[in-house]
């Protein structure tokens, strides 16, 4: 059973609700499902929000560059929104966004 706190469809999207800290545990957990929706489901953009996340390590910056692979793959793509300044920071030392295409509500 997927957590739906976590996952929610919405037409051909998925939204990712990423947790408080994006730590190993929680990038597996979020990696399997939604790996599971991708090959189950017909999904043509993934949107990862940030919006409760004080704290990502590399596992997470792993997570978000892989699932971007994978639905890069399919055709479809990624948007990441309500990012901090601080998870904007990591993701920019993590060269998530030389390959991922900001695209942040209000910005």
């Known amino acids: 059973m ?3 706190s976590i ?6 999207r998925l ?10 545990h929680s990038a597996e957990e979020i ?9 189950t489901e017909l999904i043509q953009q993934i949107i990862f929000d940030f919006s409760n996340t004080e704290f990502m390590d590399s596992s997470g910056i792993g997570m978000v560059l892989g699932r971007y692979k994978k639905i ?8 990441l ?6 998870i904007r920071r990591i993701l920019e030392m993590g060269g998530v966004y030389q390959m991922i295409m900001k695209e ?3 910005r």
Do not use: C, W, Y
């Open 2 to 4: 997927l957590n739906t």
């Open 7 to 12: 996952f929610h469809k919405e037409g051909t």
């Open 15 to 24: 939204r990712i609700t990423l947790p408080k800290e994006m730590d190993h």
């Open 31 to 39: 990696r399997a499902g939604a790996d599971h929706i991708l090959e």
């Open 72 to 79: 890069q793959f399919m055709g479809g793509n990624v948007s």
């Open 81 to 86: 929104e309500g990012t901090s300044d601080r």
């Open 104 to 106: 942040e509500k209000g």
